[in-house]
Structures are given as structure tokens and as C-alpha cells.
């Protein structure tokens, strides 16, 4: 037998058992239908997951970022003077501690998450935080300052990785990525209607005895609160459990994704053997240094940019700072909306990175090297355009390339929790105003050596891997092998193509 002919054996032998793993799945309900009629009700249903699911979790999540970056509106509007605060060292300490406890608990939230359902879990950690956020208002040192952001940190840990991981569980590898960034652009919101709504909270200083910074965290805690009880009936279950789908929708839910080589939609106990593979997968320790690359800097922005605009020597007064860091949010969330359409369409999420991150660089380094306010300003711009869009994207590509439910969930809580525990590097770095040349400069080294670099690596070995795949090197793992056995390879499966 020739070269070809055994490699054409080889994969049909494998796509027959795949066919044979297909074949333990609900009958198609509408396989009677041409594939106009198939395709018509395709998109019915998922414009219906879109409207029910999305926005919801956005508003979820734009809340969630509200809450863990308003203490850089609250130190604008007199935090540090009426608490004492050490500045930079002790101000600087209440933004580390958050990122400690926040890491620390986020790898095993996903594994809560799909144990105890969305509709619980999730409202559970928002009535946990909204009351964490409360009590910042009503704290009167810096170790009452203190304990709050520990609590904080500890219980939203759960939402970021719990939504993407929620997220790729109901859609198909290419439609992730425009989902998880209209999720993500949230944040890029929540710091223009933060600084808004900070400027609107601080008139209220002196009401019932109260300071300004005291208000923004009272108010927006209790509006958490609010959002965290409807939750219970809003947050929905995975696929297999949702009552908001009939049992028809249900099916096609599940053969969607098992026709994207997926099973997510799947029933799966959770062993150990889920996490021994995640950690010995190599995406998982790459996409972990690309995303430290991203989500540093994301938070030393959100956290200090109030202050950065301040020092630029425009600001008369706080409202005004305020006002003035709305627009380079507002900037990034359209952008990040624009990279994830581009992404799903192109699959090309590893060179939407490269581009994205260099425009950030640029931005930093205008920051750094010049002294003119109106450059410095338009720096802002660019540094949140280069940030914001590649947090969705990564997410994205590392969703789109880990197969396995559980195996899905730990990588991606890894990736995310290492990322936040860089927000104690971003905690303290901006500490020399007015030009804060250090703060720049790391921002600049984290975006050029993680993002831009593990980017660029990513990509170019995931085409090598595709490769051999096509050309059947990877055949030799399926021999042998039961439908069973090559469902439970996951992405290590050779007809499963990774997105670059």
C-alpha cells in the first residue's frame, strides 16, 4: 500500500470512529430539513443564546470591574488624606492585596462553577463582594481599608474565568471570540462610567457624615447587591440544564458544538486526570506568560490612569480628572469589540495580538519619552487600545484550543489567575509622579516580552503543530483506539486544528 493510501485510510478509520462517538448523541431534530432550513434556524438560535446570555453577564462584569478599580477615583477624591495613607507605600498595599487573594482563589472557581451551577454560584460571589464593597465606605484606617480589598479580591474571583469558561460552553469556536470581547469590552465601559459616575458620587461629600470616596464605594456596592438577587433568576445553567431552551433547542445546542469537536455540552465527573493534563500541556504555560502581558497592564492603567491625567497638569479639580479619563476607555471598548469580529472571522487570533499590542507599546512609549501634555494625553489612547482588546482575544484563543470541559476550566483558570497575581506588580510600579517614568517603562518591557513575544511564539508553533497534523504525523495516536478513547484525547485528537 502507497504513502497516500494509508494516510487516507488512516483518517477515514478516524473519522469513523469519530462518527461513532456521534452517534451516543440525541437524534438530530431537524435532520428531515435542507440545510437553508437548517441553517435559518441555526441562526434563530443563537441570536436567542446571544439576547438572553449576553447581556446580562456584561452588565455582570462592567459591575465587577467597577468595583475592584474605583479605588483609583476614590484616591482622586481625598481617600489617602482622610485615612492617613501612607503614599505611594500604603495606598499601593490595598491595590496588592486584592490581586493576592483574587489569584490565589481563582484556579479552582471554574470547578465550582460547573459543580454548583452559574444561577447559584455566580449570585453568591456578587452578594459577597457588593458587601465587601460596602464596607470600604465605612472603614476609618488603613487596616479596615485593608481586610475589605483582601475580601473583595477573594470573592470576585469567580466571575472573569467563570464567564469565558461559562461562555465557550455554549458557543462554537468561531463565534467565541466577538462574544467574549462584547463581555470583556464591559471593563473598557465600566472605566468611562466610572469616571462619570465618580464625578456624580463625590458631590454627595458630607452627606450623613461621610466623605465623597466614602459614597462611590457605598452606592455601587449596593447596586451590586441589587444586581447579585436578580441574578438567581437571570444566570443561567449550561446547555444540558437550562430551562430557557426547549428540549428541541437543547439538542442543537449540543450537536453544534460536538460538530465545532467539541464537548462541551457534555456530562463529565470531575477527576484528577483533568488537571495532570492541563498542567502538562505547554498552551497552558505560554498562554499564562501571554496573558501576564496583557493583564498587568490593564490593571496598572485602570488603577492609576485618574492619577496619571491629573499630573498632566490640566485638571483644576477632581471632577474634571474624572471626566477626562472617560474617552481612551470609551475608544478601547470599540476597539475590542472590532478585534474579536475580526478574530472569529479570520481566525487569526495570534497576529490580532501582534498588532494590537504594538499599538500599546507606541502609546507607553510616548508616555515615557515625552513631557508635552496634549502627546502624553494621546499616549492614553493608544496604551488602552493596545490593551484592552488582546485580554478578550487571549482568552479567546486559549478557550478555542483546550478541548475537555474540566481540562478547559483549569487551564483557563491558570492563565487568568497568573495573570491577576501580576496585578501586584501593577500595584507598584506607579509611584514617582509626576512623570511616573518607571510605571511606563515595565508597562513597555511586560508588552513587548510576554505579549507581543509569547504571541508571536504561540502562533508560530501551533502552525508547526497544524501542520504535522495535516500531514498525518499525528495519525499514530488514534491507533488502536475505541470512538471512546479518541473522544477523550481532547485536543491532542489529530483532527483537532488549533486556532493561530
Known sequence: MSDVEKHSSSHDSQYENRAGAMGALPSDPDAHLSQDEKDKIDRKLVRKLDLILIPWLCILYLLAFLDRTNIGNAKVAHLTDDLHLEVPKQYNETLTIFFISYALFEPLTNVLLKKMRPSIFIPIIMILWGASMTGMGFVYNYSGLMAARWFLGLAEAGLFPGVNYYL??????????????????????????????????????????????????????????????????????????????????????????????????????????????????????????????????????????????????????????????????????????????????TRQRGLCNIGVSLIGI?????????????????????????????????????????????????????????????????????????????????????????????????????????????????????EGKTAKEIEALGDNRPDFMYTV
Not at 203 to 210: A, E, S, Y
Not at 212 to 237: C, K
Not at 390 to 413: D, F, H, P, Q
Open 168 to 345: 465557550s460552553c455554549w458557543y462554537k469556536r468561531s463565534e467565541l471570540g466577538i462574544r467574549a470581547a462584547i463581555f470583556f469590552s464591559a471593563a473598557a465601559v465600566s472605566g468611562s462610567f466610572g469616571g462619570l459616575l465618580a464625578a456624580a458620587i463625590e458631590l454627595m461629600d458630607g452627606i450623613g457624615g461621610r466623605p465623597g470616596w466614602a459614597w462611590i464605594f457605598i452606592l455601587e456596592g449596593l447596586l451590586t447587591i441589587v444586581f447579585a438577587v436578580a441574578s438567581f433568576w437571570m444566570v443561567h445553567d449550561f446547555p444540558d440544564e437550562a430551562r430557557f431552551l426547549s428540549d428541541e433547542d437543547r439538542v442543537r445546542v449540543v450537536l453544534r458544538l460536538k460538530a465545532d469537536e467539541q464537548s462541551s455540552a457534555e456530562h463529565e465527573e470531575w477527576k484528577m486526570s483533568y488537571l495532570i493534563a492541563g498542567l502538562k500541556d505547554w498552551k497552558m504555560w505560554l498562554g499564562m506568560v501571554i496573558y501576564m502581558g496583557c493583564d498587568m497592564p490593564l490593571y496598572a492603567f485602570s488603577l492609576f490612569l485618574p492619577s496619571i491625567i491629573q499630573e498632566l497638569g490640566w485638571s483644576t479639580n477632581t471632577v474634571r480628572s474624572q471626566l477626562l479619563s472617560v474617552p481612551p476607555y470609551a475608544a478601547a471598548a470599540v476597539l475590542t469589540v472590532i478585534i474579536g469580529f475580526v478574530a472569529d472571522r
Open 362 to 478: 507606541a502609546g507607553f512609549l510616548m508616555l515615557l519619552a515625552s513631557t508635552d501634555p496634549r502627546v502624553k494625553y494621546a499616549g492614553t489612547f493608544l496604551g488602552a487600545l493596545g490593551i484592552y482588546p488582546c485580554i478578550s482575544n487571549t482568552i479567546s484563543w486559549m478557550a478555542n484550543n483546550i478541548e475537555g470541559v474540566y481540562k478547559r476550566g483549569v487551564v483557563l483558570g491558570f492563565v487568568i489567575g497568573w495573570g491577576n497575581l501580576n496585578g501586584i506588580v501593577s500595584s507598584n510600579i506607579y509611584f514617582s509622579s509626576p512623570r511616573y517614568l518607571e510605571g511606563h517603562a515595565v508597562m513597555v518591557a511586560y508588552m513587548a516580552l510576554f505579549l507581543l513575544g509569547g504571541s508571536v511564539l504561540m502562533t508560530v508553533l501551533l502552525r508547526i503543530e497544524n501542520k504535522k497534523r495535516r500531514d498525518g504525523k499525528r495519525d499514530y495516536l488514534i
